[in-house]
Every structure is written in C-alpha cells, then in structure tokens.
C-alpha cells in the first residue's frame, strides 16, 4: 500500500486518495463501515465502504449507526465529571461513599483509579468463559457488580494500569446512585440531548435501535454473524451506538468545553501516568500529539482519532469484529500528514492492546508472557528479558531488537486466544494457557 510523500491540499483530492487507501481492506473482506476524516470540523473524507447488511446487499452510507463498545467510557467519564462540577461528588472519594454495598477490599478505590484502569479490581468480562456463557444473559448493573466482589484485588490501588471494564460499570451504578436516573436515561437527558446528538444512544434490553447496521466477525475465513451479546451486560462500559457525524460533533463539543468546564476537559486528555486520560488514549504519533480511544464488541471495531494541534480528527467505524480500524485511521492520518508508510509504528489505544496481555505457551516448559504499561506492550521469554513491541498494525507486531514478530489471534472482543511467533525463517504457535 502506498502513501503520498506530500498531503493532498484540496478535500476533494484527499478523498479520492484515501479511498485508495481503504479499498484494499475492503477487498480483502477485512473491512466494512464509514470513515469520516475532518479538518477543523470540516469533512476531507466522509464516505461508507462495503456493505452493511451483507443478507441483503446494502451498502454502508455515512449515517449509520454502529455499536461503539469501549467509547462509551467517554460518555461515562464526562457524565461523572459533570457531577463532580455539580459538587455531588470528589474524583478521589473512596468507592464506598457512593456505592455502600462496595466489599471491604475495594476500600481504598477511588472514583479516580476507575476513571483511569489504575483501580486492581477483577473485571467481569474477564471471568473464564464469560463471552460464551454470561454475555448471553441480561443483568442489572448491581448484578454485574457482584460477579466481580468476591476477587482479590490483583494490585493495590494506583499502582498499576490493568484496563478494567468492570470498573466503568461501577462508575456507571455511581452515576444512577447520584442521580435518582438510569444511566441511559440520565446520559441522554445531560449530554446526547443538550449536544444534540440525535444518533447517539444507549442500548439496554428494552431498545429497538433503527436504523443499526447488524454486526458480523471472520471466522475460519468467512464472514458470518457475530455472536448475540446482552447489552445490558455493556452498561456504562460499552453500551453506547452513534455515527461518525455524531462522534466529529462530540469532539467538536469537547473541544469547545461541553457539556463539561474547560478543567474537567483538560482532566479528560491529561496524561495520569500510564499514557491514558479519563477514558482517552494520550500519545504520540508522527511526533504530534494524539488523543485516541478504541471500541470493540460482538460484531463491530471502532476508534476515534484526534490530533489537536492540527485539529485533524478521524472517525473509522466497522460492522466486522476485530477489524483494522486504528491501522486504518493511522494510515489515512499518515497520507494527511505526508509519512511515509513504514516511517513510523502504529500507536495502538490501551483498549485494544489489553486483549493481548497474558501467557503462552511457545513449547512445554517454555512460555512467552505478554505484559502492558498503558500505551505499551511487552514480551519476554526465560531466555530472553523484557522487550518493547512495536506494532505494525492491529494485530502484528516486532520486537526490533531480537528481530522477531508475533501476530495475536483475537476476534477483538475476547482475550486473544494464540500468539504466532516468527523468528530465523520459523513458526512457533503459542496457545494462551492464562491471564498475566
């Protein structure tokens, strides 16, 4: 795939040169959605590619609504945010005073360590065999809270990062406690509605959603429908479905200090120590700053890109699980920025690189262990220490200084199931035998 060396200066060049860009992935059936790529909130690119319903041979438009799984935690984030500008609330109040049934062990948790993954506390999504079994069933938050009450903490509060969905749930059941409201009714009420959002909304098991592109995945190299998921069981972690029109008119909004004051913006974007803001991914790439943030759930891959000092922001929404959005919306960036193709690494969202975080098995007695600091992920072996790997796109990475490359297999909403390992001409495929 080629990059131009200089961007396109006319919009309607810089389309026709990114649809360039997107078409291969489009034929290779890894990719179907919309893309919305915006200069100052004014569209370069606003187009659908591929099809959106596959049974009945519709093509994407601009205006479809897709699931955004983990980008609803911006939503979340901003909704506590403004209760803490309302005086109900403290970011570093304890759990415990908003959420009396909070175990003794969650004591030192604070609202704060929720907002930014640091919290220790054990995920529901994490629970063995979660995705086959207790995705299919709708529970209340308080029910999804109490799959996770029982765990040990797996690190003390602040100490590490280890994204957590769980943990905006509970933020999510702090948002109805203050509030007398349920939290999609009070999300609407406090943000959709006064933003004028009026293709963005929460889904629950009472929800018709028209107008919803179905969602699908690749398995065994064929599309099919992706697995039934309870949305209810997403709540304030994943819940949320819009457009590219409405996410480009959320950062609009955040930019220009709504629904929240500047201060509580600037907590948003700031880095807290691991590379992650409150519920934005904060980095850096093509050595400009870059505020970013991933989704994925059953049936779709989303991210939403923004790079302030250029006030360029890319919107790449999939209706096929697992699919290449960030490596997309890098490389649209990349032909906007004149980089060449191979000039830089893909800068991948927290979100998506926690499904990789785990152990492997390369060969008995012999395991590769995968571990994240925010923004960054890491592998080592017994015979070899700790090493950066540096992706190339979605799922392929290298680790520079061993000359090694390792693909993990993941469907974008599970852990990821295998890592391949390519070293001196071979292949070494290593099973996930446990988390890290």
Known sequence: MTIRSAPPRAPAVFADAASAVIAPYVGADLFAGSVLVARGGAPLLRQGFGLAN???????????????????????????????????????????????????????????????????????????????????????PREIIALMENAPLEFAPGAQFKYCNGGYVILGHVIECLSGQRYGDHIRATILSPLGLAATDCEDARALVPA???GYRLRKGR?????YIAMSLAHAAG??????????????????????????VGLMFKDHGH?????????????????????????????LSH???????????ANIQAAPVQKIARDLAALYFGVAQDEHDVVLDAALLADYVGAYRLRPGRVLRVTQEGARLFAETD??????????????????????????????????????????????????????
């Not at 599309?223 to 697995?227: G, H, K």
């Not at 949320?240 to 629904?259: C, E």
């Not at 850096?284 to 049936?299: E, S």
């Not at 790079?307 to 929404?317: I, N, R």
Request: aromatic share 10%; net charge positive.
């Open 54 to 140: 596959r049974e009945l041979n519709a093509p994407h438009g601009p205006r479809g609504k897709f699931r955004l799984g983990s980008l609803t935690k911006q939503f979340t984030a901003a909704a506590i945010l403004r209760l803490a500008e309302r005086g109900l609330l403290k970011l570093d109040d304890a759990i415990a005073r908003h959420y009396r049934q909070a175990p003794k062990a969650w004591r030192d948790v604070t609202l704060f360590h929720l907002l930014t993954h640091t919290s220790g506390i054990f995920s529901y999504t994490s629970l063995p065999g979660f995705f086959k079994t207790l995705a299919q069933r709708d529970l209340a």
């Open 212 to 214: 919803c592109v179905p």
């Open 223 to 227: 599309i099919e429908a992706a697995a």
């Open 239 to 264: 819940a949320i479905h819009s457009t590219v029109d409405d996410l480009l008119a959320w950062q609009r909004a955040l930019a220009g200090a709504r629904p929240i004051g500047a201060s509580s």
């Open 275 to 303: 590379g992650y803001g409150f519920a934005w991914g904060v980095q850096r790439q093509f050595g400009r700053r870059h505020f970013v943030h991933a989704g994925g759930i059953n049936g779709f891959s989303v991210v």
């Open 307 to 317: 790079y302030p000092d250029d006030d360029l922001t890319l919107v790449v929404l």
């Open 383 to 436: 015979e070899h220490g700790r090493q950066e790997l540096h992706a190339r796109d979605d799922h392929n990475f290298v680790v520079k200084m061993l000359d090694w490359e390792i693909r993990f297999e993941a469907d974008g909403v599970e852990p990821a199931s295998r890592a391949v390992l390519r070293r001196d001409g071979k292949a070494l495929s290593a099973e996930r035998i446990g988390g890290e």
